[in-house]
């Protein structure tokens, strides 16, 4: 409890830093930027991201610490018809805490150094798109996540056992998938067999014994 105590009082005191040190920071708005010219964005849902002098808190799927800066703290981009691949440059965004990408059409690796990427992310939604490959083991380094939503795309391989160390998370979904192996053990929280639905490959519990 005050390891926990602990952990969530050193969030809360570098969000605080981050909100303060400044305004307009250069590097949301080339995240932005990153992210808008990765995706082809066939529903326009993106015309709303002009960069002038206008704040970027008032693009669509873009919500900011504060009105008044361009510090993004959440992009929620889901069932927007997107396609492409995941954005690196989203890194730029430092101070992001939620992404949801969900319900769209992009493809390819989730990167294998998400963490770098994403430094204090504590919701994750990549779920109902065309990601394959693995599943990054770099993800146990997302230490803040409390939601990791990874469910109806082509992800094979294992689930990385490490995953099983990420002691916050609350919602984890990896369904519909391709995944084989062992279902990774939790720390201090166990998840339904919805969790892990339609991948016949996987086993442990809380499906059948391997």
């Not at 109902?128 to 094979?156: T, W």
Request: aromatic share 8%; net charge positive; proline share 6%.
């Amino acid at each position: 409890m005050v390891s926990e105590f602990r952990a969530a009082f050193a969030l809360i005191s570098i969000l605080a830093w981050l909100l303060l040190t400044g305004h307009a920071t250069p590097s949301d708005i080339e995240c932005l930027k990153a992210i808008k010219s990765s995706f082809k964005d066939p529903n326009n849902y993106l015309a709303s991201w002009i960069f002038d002098n206008s704040s970027i808190c008032k693009f669509t799927g873009i919500e900011c610490w504060h009105q008044d800066d361009n510090k993004v703290i959440n992009i929620r981009l889901s069932g927007f018809g997107l396609k492409g691949e995941f954005p690196l440059g989203i890194a730029g965004c430092a101070s992001m805490t939620g992404l949801d990408l969900s319900g769209n059409s992009i493809h390819g690796n989730i990167p294998s150094n998400i963490s770098k990427l994403m430094t204090y992310i504590t919701s994750l939604d990549l779920s109902s798109n065309q990601f394959s490959g693995e599943i990054p083991a770099d993800l146990a380094n997302c230490s803040y996540l409390n939601v990791l939503k990874l469910d109806n795309n082509r992800l094979a391989g294992h689930i990385p056992p490490q995953i099983g160390l990420l002691n916050r998370l609350r919602t984890f979904s990896v369904a519909k998938n391709q995944l084989t192996g062992r279902i990774p053990i939790f720390r201090n929280i166990s998840f339904p067999a919805g969790s892990y639905a339609g991948n016949p490959g996987l086993c442990g519990k809380p499906l059948p014994a391997c």
